[in-house]
């Protein structure tokens, strides 16, 4: 379904020293932020030469607008198409849920790219999330994860292997707390997570479809079992003009 976003009545103010194209940027802004793109939605914005004619700007004042805006992740460009906006997505921080579980409640394909799987020794930090001892062994997953065949996520888990034995005949394409459940009766039940952001690297870029450089969430979470073990250490790289984290606070 196409829609095209409907533009207001306000317009730059020509008396402020601020930048046309930064006040371009801060109307799109809001009228981005009133409206709902579902799922199966495909909501574009006026031509830049209607922009052009509705602010009395160049085109060259529209087109930087819309690289600030395309550059914080709320639109994307199609060439020869226009301008459409981006779904973006809330990451709940506060609810412990698979991605792929996650997915398919947004109506979304979910999908797993499995890039390496491996055993190793843990360094002294999985040692320490894990519980573990360096010289027990821990499986390091590797996966790419998509929604809709787009990539969303970059993941490391690591599981040690006395918990898991034989976990690299599973399927790990699909849901790797569902396997940990049913093969192993396992349930992660609760966990902790450290979340900060940087910039993608040049071998992460491409697997995530971004430019290098481009922002990335990073969160390092350690998930505990019904019986509060550690069970699982995942390193996870979500990108950042695709996601919003949001969690409920309360006084």
């Not at 991605?99 to 843990?122: F, Y």
């Not at 062994?137 to 034989?166: F, G, H, K, M, T």
Request: charged fraction near 25%.
């Amino acid at each position: 379904m196409n829609e095209t976003i409907q533009m207001g009545a306000q317009r730059i103010n020509r008396d402020l020293p601020i930048p046309y194209y930064f006040q371009i940027a801060e109307i799109l802004r809001g009228m981005i932020a009133d409206v709902e793109v579902g799922p199966d939605a495909e909501v574009s914005l006026p031509s830049e030469n209607e922009l052009c004619a509705l602010y009395d700007v160049t085109r060259a004042t529209v087109r930087h607008a819309l690289e600030l805006l395309e550059r914080e992740g709320l639109i994307y460009r199609k060439k020869g198409k226009g301008t459409f906006l981006r779904r973006r997505v809330q990451l709940d921080l506060a609810r412990l849920c698979s991605t792929t579980r996650d997915m398919q409640a947004r109506g979304w394909v979910p999908g797993t790219r499995l890039l390496s799987m491996r055993t190793l020794m843990p360094s002294p930090h999985i040692q320490h999330q894990l519980r573990s001892e360096a010289t027990t062994p821990v499986w390091e997953i590797n996966r790419l994860r998509l929604a809709d065949d787009e990539p969303i996520s970059l993941q490391w888990s690591y599981l040690p292997c006395q918990r898991v034995p034989d976990l690299d005949r599973h399927d790990l394409t699909g849901s790797l707390y569902e396997t940990l459940s049913s093969a192993y009766a396992i349930e992660l039940r609760t966990a902790e997570q450290v979340i900060r952001t940087r910039m993608a690297t040049g071998e992460e870029a491409p697997l995530l479809g971004v430019p290098e450089g481009a922002p990335v969430f990073v969160i390092d979470r350690t998930s505990y079992d019904q019986a509060g073990n550690p069970v699982e250490y995942l390193h996870a790289l979500w990108r950042g003009d695709r996601y919003d984290l949001q969690i409920r606070l309360s006084a």
